[in-house]
């Protein structure tokens, strides 16, 4: 027994198709270390194609931040993949870099 579900299920197929539409190509503002974007985080350097880290103050805390970017409209928006690092956090891993190091050596 199969249901047809009339306008929806264009509507469904349509979103579909969009969704998983090849990504335009935009021209991407090419943004150097320690400028300041629109959101008011500071840009320190590109790790990947859709990976940032940046410096930025949100709820009046500071916040080194690793993050998922994606593109919208012709603009990098940042993506839910990614972590926020508290100063602490930060110091904290700092301080572990040659432990790392040494273990992906």
């Known amino acids: 027994m199969s249901f047809k579900r009339g306008k929806g299920k264009d509507k469904e197929e349509d979103d579909f198709i969009s969704d998983h539409a090849p990504p335009k190509k935009a021209s ?9 974007e629109e959101d008011g985080s500071i840009f320190i350097c ?28 012709g603009k990098q928006m940042p993506g839910k993949k990614g972590i926020s690092l ?10 572990h870099v040659d432990e790392i190091d040494k273990a992906l050596a």
């Open 46 to 73: 590109e790790v990947s194609k859709n990976r940032r880290v940046s410096v930025r103050n949100w709820n009046g805390k500071v916040f080194v931040d690793i993050r998922e970017f994606y593109l919208k409209d």
């Open 28 to 36: 991407k503002k090419e943004a150097s270390s320690g400028e300041e």
């Open 86 to 95: 508290s100063i602490d956090q930060w110091k904290e891993l700092r301080a």
